[in-house]
């Protein structure tokens, strides 16, 4: 038989920001490296309704970076549709999947029942991708390995998690596959992040697969504590609500930092601060197993949780639109895609005197990007909601590297590596990366399209 040379195929994240899909064929073996959803534009939701781009049961073992969903939560699906082989993930991925997973399903599913009332849908009644029982049943393939101790995966490929920093348990993934190698960035944490350690220095290795979320971009060098102590003030005095859009899984936790020590020192008023997450109030108890993976103090952690009220029921989540202010919501989804958060952007976004805060990141097509772009109407459960509220989109708050720290975190390597494909980014910040990783360091770098399958012993 004919020996297959090893090949990466870019399945998702080539000309987007989410779907991280990557798939290593190699030795006879299969390996999926991340398996997120796509985000945002409906062109780019809508592969995740086609099949999959290779039957899931001739996949061997997937490997996952970290718990987002834009690079996990198509694991459900692919488990249903015949993937029978392990998912590997560092313990706190693991952890977090067992939150984001099952809800990410339960959403699903709610969407296609109001899907189904609005009678928006081909099929009657809507199907969801997937739900909450196909997610939960997914969790039982995980497999969890610690960070630096390499895994044989056969065919001879060996996979070692390195430190990402970003969130609790991302990693980098380095795949060795005899002499040559393969290293995934996966989602680069921040050299100056105040919750989580940087990201591990890269090593050697053939070929670098990276992210480029803020590939055109750098990081407002305003203190991100002092931005917040100014606009809570101001929202505060004329007795706005302040609702923070937070990722459930590292930005509330940052967020809460921050408003524990401008409370500390005085700088904002004592108003009442809601944490409407459920699966951010999960989390906090993770980030407390694994105080190895972050910079705080235990003392820090009792202060963060102290100031917030924690809004489990929906019951207690709508009543907290009849309060008024002022007063604090922290509440997800980060880029208004959905849960508790929309709630509260209907019932206070359309009042001036009080605030929406963007906490980072807003992916095209979602409704946190169109407000970011300066647009005042939202779409909200089947209503046009006119949004009079000041709006803030405070990217200093970003969990990723920037461009800066990216070619900064290049910099460091000892060599360069043989090719550097540039992935998870808009199109603008994937190419803006491209130039500077060519002009800057002097690297072969390109964008790959989508779909596209490379050589990994000749790669172009």
Not at 4 to 15: C, I, M, N, V
Not at 148 to 173: C, R, S, Y
Not at 319 to 331: D, E
Not at 421 to 432: E, K, L, M, N
């Amino acid at each position: 038989m004919k020996h297959q040379q090893p090949s990466l195929k870019f399945l998702g994240a080539t000309d987007t920001v989410t779907g991280s899909r990557y798939l290593i064929d190699a030795g006879g073996r299969r390996v999926l490296v991340d398996c997120g959803l796509f985000q945002g534009y409906k062109r780019s939701r809508e592969r995740n309704r086609a099949p999959f781009p290779v039957p899931p049961q001739s996949i061997d073992a997937v490997v996952l970076t970290h718990a987002h969903l834009d690079h996990t939560g198509y694991v459900p699906a692919l488990v249903r549709d015949g993937f029978g082989g392990p998912v590997y993930a560092t313990d706190g991925t693991t952890d977090l999947c067992k939150l984001i997973l099952p809800d990410s399903g339960h959403l699903q599913e709610e969407e296609a029942r109001y899907a189904s009332q609005r009678g928006s849908t081909a099929h009657d009644p809507a199907i969801p991708l997937y739900t909450a029982a196909d997610a939960v049943a997914s969790l039982n393939r995980f497999k969890i390995r610690d960070f630096d101790d390499p895994l044989d995966l056969g065919g001879g490929m060996e996979l070692t998690f390195v430190p990402a920093g970003h969130i609790l348990g991302a990693a980098q993934v380095h795949v060795r596959l005899g002499s040559q190698s393969v290293h995934f960035t996966g989602d680069l944490g921040r050299a100056d992040d105040p919750f989580m350690y940087p990201p591990r220095p890269l090593g050697e290795t053939g070929i670098l697969v990276t992210e480029s979320t803020y590939g055109n971009r750098k990081h407002s060098t305003e203190d991100p504590e002092k931005q917040l102590g100014e606009i809570i003030n101001r929202v505060a005095k004329r007795g706005g609500v302040i609702m923070f859009a937070a990722f459930a899984v590292g930005r509330a936790e940052t967020l809460m930092l921050y408003l524990s020590r401008l409370l500390r020192k005085g700088a904002i008023p004592r108003i009442p601060v809601y944490l409407n997450s459920p699966m951010a109030i999960d989390a906090s108890e993770m980030y407390q197993r694994h105080p190895e993976e972050h910079r705080l103090k235990r003392e820090e952690y009792v202060d963060m949780y102290k100031l917030a009220k924690v809004t489990r029921t929906v019951d207690e989540s709508k009543l907290l639109n009849l309060r008024g202010g002022p007063m604090i919501i922290i509440s997800a989804s980060g880029m208004l895609t959905g849960g508790r958060i929309l709630h509260h952007v209907a019932a206070y976004g359309p009042d001036p005197k009080n605030a929406v805060i963007l906490s980072g990141y807003q992916a095209g097509g979602t409704r946190g990007a169109t407000l970011a772009a300066g647009e005042r109407e939202l779409r909200i459960y089947g209503e046009d909601v006119k949004i009079r509220a000041e709006v803030i989109q405070m990217e200093s708050l970003s969990a990723h590297a920037d461009a800066d720290g990216i070619i900064a975190w290049m910099k460091a390597a000892a060599k360069e590596p043989r090719m550097t494909y540039i992935t998870h980014g808009d199109p603008d910040a994937s190419d803006a990366l491209r130039i500077r990783i060519k002009r800057e360091l002097g690297w072969r770098a390109r964008v790959p399209e989508h779909l596209e399958s490379i050589d990994i012993e000749d790669p172009r």
